[in-house]
Structures are given as structure tokens and as C-alpha cells.
């Protein structure tokens, strides 16, 4: 299991990957719309890819409500299976 | 309104010949193939009976940030990497992005994405499918992206017309700054078709050469010994300019871009109508709206893609149009060299037309060992020919699958 260091990182990682942004600014109160500038297809690809990473399923309904990395983070940490 | 007149002043491309216009310009003098092999994996994996292609020369990673080639098909990657050259080239003006437009052309668009994303779907299930694929393999992603990067917002085209889209869409641009709907058009063709199931296809109709013990002497249109095109791929634009835009921003003007002239065949949908009935009619257009008459034109950028059959048909077609004037013309077939790069084919040959007015040089096609008694045209061959001083035009055909003709007229300035 993750802990909560770790997911950030590898997510902060997929986030580079798609987007090209230095994973430094990928942190827990960002908002991945508002301070990230990451739309909705980036979202998706972000989330199919955390989903790998890290043995969650993310449902689509529950996407909407990761508005901040940290929102990812603890969803991805608390449904690892 | 008066009359608007439309130059040329920006080229960019990337070829199987080089990464810029200059590399694959000197390599179009230099008398180059660009026929390399296939990969060997693809080759015994599918089996296919042609084993040579011209690739592009340049890894578009190098030119290219890594989120950019994940989020652009292939052909969007070169038409965007021809784009930026083009700009650059043409001063990298400063102008309202309201009157900037963009006509990008393909004869495949995103093929490479639409089949990697099946495979995906396959193998790996929906949710593993790119969001992006999508607007990665619509045939308007180039000029989407190129539009997108560039800022521009006088409206952004795709002529899809087989392997005559990349000339079509220098129409199209010239036709929207002629309307006064834009100062400035970056204009072309891209193509990415290298995909196994491109050549199988191209191979079932026995439109490919199969020389594969001499790639490099394969594409050689106009020969007796010609069996069939050689795959090409990658992209040719130029920035289209109004020409008292071009004079106020002291910009360098390559040419005039004269006029377009098109029509269909209706005849079948691959093969071209043998007399040339068609393509002559385009010819004529091209060269009655730009105020010429045949007389006036020197040089010939032919489509001559190396098959037997649609070599000879332009050859008529030329004939069939000028007459004994055609034996004034200098006919390049610049093919030989590049290859067929199918939906940017037209695109990149209007910048060697462009190139060769300016420098007032016809190229010499590589190849033509033999060349074919059915052709009745003044073949450049051997040597570059040198042409003439003063006013000079050049013609540029392109023919596409769908019995698509467009001929384009471009003259000094």
C-alpha cells in the first residue's frame, strides 16, 4: 500500500507525463482545473493512468469531486485495494 | 474593392528529404532520394510486398515538447513543425489574429490514431482508449492545431481530395485572402500514412513500386522501367499574403501565388481519364485566371507519381491543354526524389514551384534512364535547367483519387 508521500509523487508524475508540468507544482491544495490549468480530457487520461498505478477504479461520477490533487490523493490512498 | 493579389512569402516544411525547406531544397539539387526501408518488424509481421519508403527524415520529437507528440497525431506533428518554419521564414509578422487563417490539407488525416486507439479498445478495453483520440484522428486536426498555435482565428480549413488536398488547400487560402477574409494564410498538406495496413492497401491495387533490391531508383517517373509510386510523407506550407501587406511590412516575396484552376474527371474513382480531358481543363483555368496564356509559362511541377498509367495521362493532359507550347515548358518530377507524400504531395511541390521561379531553376528528376516515348513533354533531367530572365510563371499540378484535378499558376514578381 501507498502511503499518502507516495501517491502524491506517482501522481504528480502522471500529471507531467500529460501535461508537461513540473511535478513540484503538483501539490495537495492545488485545484487541477483552477491553479493546474487541466482540462477535463487531461483529467481523464490522469485518472486511467492513477487507476494503474495505483490498483483503484476511479468511477466517472467520482471524478467531479477531485477538484484539488488532494482530493485525488486521499480517494486513491483510502480505496487501494 | 479592388483586385486583391496574394504572394508568397514564408516556407516551411518537413520532407523525407531534410527537417527544414532549405535541407530538403538542397536536396531536391543535389538530385537525393529519400528512399529508406521499412522497418524490419512490420515487414514480416504483415508480410507486405514493399519493403522501401521515403520516411521523414527528422524525428519530430526533436523539434516537438514530449506533451505535444503525445497529444497530436503524426500528421499534426508535421504540419505544425512546417507551420512554425513557414512563420518564422515569412518575418514572424505581427498581425491581428482575425486576419490570420489556416488551410491545412490531408488525404488520410489521423490514420496512424484511429488504428492505435482499435488496437487499444481491443486489447485493452474502453477506458484505456485516449480521451484525445478523437481530435487526434479527424482529418482537421492539423489545421485545429496549427490554428490553435499559431493564434490564428480567420477561420481554419481542411481540403481533403486525395492526393491533390495539399494543393487545394493553397487555393483555398488564396481564395480567403482574395475575399478579403484574411491579410495572411499559412497554407499546405500533411500526410502520416506509413501504417502497415496504407501500403497493404497501395499494394492490393498495384499502385506501389515493388523495386526492392534498388529503393533509391524506384520512384522513376517518366521511365519505361516505372512500376508504381514510392510512399512518401510529411508537409509543405507556405504563408499566403495580400500583397500590399507583404509590401508594407517590407516583407521578402518569393512569388505570386496567380491563380487556381480545378476540376473532376467523373470518370472512375481511381483511374485518371486517359485523354486528360479533366486535368487540361484545370491547367487552362489556372493559366486564363492568372492572366497568362501558355506562352507565358516556363516551368511545370507535374504530379508524375511514377505509375505507368498516370504518368502518361498527364503527359496528354499537358499536351491536350497547351499544345506546341507545352514544348516551352521545363517539366520537373520532383517525386523521383521525395516520393508520393499523397495529401501533402501538392503542398510541398507548390514550394519547389515557388522555390524554382524564385531561383529561376527548373530541378533535374533523378531516375529517368529511359525516358518513355509515350511522353511528349520537355522533361528536365540530368541537369537542373536554368530559366528564363523577366517575367517568368510555373504551373503546378496535383491529381487525387476521386478524379480530383487542381493546377495552381505561380509567377515572379
Keep these: 500500500m501507498a502511503d499518502q508521500q507516495e501517491i502524491l509523487s506517482g501522481l504528480a508524475e502522471i500529471v507531467n507525463e500529460e501535461t508537461g508540468l513540473d511535478p513540484a507544482e503538483v501539490q495537495m ?25 495505483f490498483g483503484v477504479r476511479i468511477p466517472d461520477d467520482e471524478v467531479k469531486n477531485l477538484a484539488t490533487v488532494g482530493d485525488a490523493v486521499n480517494f486513491i490512498q483510502s480505496n487501494q485495494g | ?38 522497418p524490419e518488424d512490420m ?31 503524426p500528421s499534426a506533428q508535421y504540419a505544425v513543425i512546417a507551420a512554425q518554419a513557414a512563420m518564422v521564414d515569412a518575418g514572424s509578422p505581427e498581425l491581428d489574429p482575425e486576419r490570420l487563417g489556416v488551410a491545412i490539407g490531408t488525404g488520410i488525416g489521423g490514420v496512424w490514431t484511429l488504428l492505435d486507439q482499435w488496437d487499444v479498445l481491443r486489447e485493452k478495453g474502453v477506458r484505456r482508449v485516449f480521451p484525445l483520440a478523437v481530435p487526434m484522428l479527424m482529418p482537421n486536426t492539423s489545421s485545429g492545431n496549427v490554428s490553435l498555435l499559431l493564434g490564428a482565428r480567420a477561420g481554419a480549413h481542411t481540403t481533403v481530395s486525395a492526393c ?29 500514412a506509413m501504417h502497415p495496413i496504407c501500403f497493404a492497401g497501395f499494394s492490393q491495387m498495384q499502385a506501389l513500386s515493388t523495386r526492392n533490391d534498388d529503393p533509391t531508383a524506384a520512384s522513376r517517373p517518366y521511365d ?9 510523407e510529411g508537409a509543405g506550407v507556405m504563408v499566403l499574403e495580400e500583397y500590399e501587406h507583404a509590401k508594407a511590412r517590407g516583407a521578402r516575396i518569393y512569388a505570386e501565388f496567380a491563380a487556381i484552376g ?15 480531358a479533366g486535368a487540361s481543363r484545370a491547367m487552362l483555368e489556372a493559366v486564363e485566371r492568372a492572366g497568362l496564356t501558355a506562352k507565358d509559362i516556363v516551368h511545370v511541377n507535374a504530379h508524375a507519381t511514377s505509375t505507368p498509367v498516370g504518368d502518361v495521362a498527364e503527359a496528354n493532359a499537358i499536351r491536350r491543354a497547351f499544345g506546341a507550347d507545352a514544348d516551352g515548358m521545363a517539366v520537373s518530377a520532383t517525386k523521383s526524389m521525395t516520393g508520393h507524400l499523397l495529401g ?70
Design chain 1, 29 to 53: 491544495d492545488k485545484s487541477f482545473t483552477d491553479d493546474l490549468d487541466i482540462d477535463s480530457l487531461s483529467m481523464m487520461t490522469i485518472v486511467v493512468n492513477a487507476e494503474e498505478k
Design chain 2, 1 to 38: 474593392m479592388s483586385e486583391r493579389r496574394v504572394v508568397i512569402t514564408g516556407l516551411g516544411a518537413t520532407t523525407p528529404l531534410g527537417g527544414t525547406i532549405a535541407e530538403t531544397w538542397e536536396g531536391i539539387l543535389a538530385g537525393r532520394s529519400g528512399a529508406k526501408p521499412l
Design chain 2, 43 to 73: 515487414l514480416e509481421r504483415y508480410e507486405l510486398p514493399v519493403h522501401f519508403a521515403c520516411t521523414i527524415a527528422q524525428d519530430p520529437s526533436e523539434v516537438l515538447e514530449k506533451v505535444q507528440i503525445r497529444r497530436m497525431d
Design chain 2, 224 to 232: 519505361t522501367g516505372r512500376d508504381g509510386f514510392v510512399m512518401g
Design chain 2, 344 to 413: 501533402a504531395a501538392g503542398a510541398l511541390e507548390g514550394l519547389f514551384t515557388t522555390l524554382a521561379v524564385h531561383h529561376r531553376v527548373a530541378p533535374a528528376a533523378i531516375n529517368v534512364d529511359d525516358l518513355d516515348p509515350k511522353i511528349d513533354l520537355d522533361v528536365v533531367r540530368g541537369e537542373h535547367r536554368t530559366l528564363p530572365d523577366g517575367d517568368i510563371a510555373a504551373l503546378n499540378n496535383s491529381f487525387g483519387f476521386g478524379g480530383h484535378n487542381v493546377a495552381f499558376v505561380v509567377k515572379s514578381v
Design chain 2, 164 to 192: 491533390a488536398s495539399g494543393a487545394e488547400s493553397m487555393g483555398t487560402g488564396y481564395e480567403m485572402i482574395r475575399q478579403g477574409r484574411a491579410d495572411m494564410v499559412v497554407a499546405g498538406g500533411t500526410e502520416a
Design chain 2, 262 to 276: 480545378m476540376s473532376a474527371d467523373a470518370h472512375h474513382i481511381t483511374a485518371p481519364e486517359p485523354e486528360g
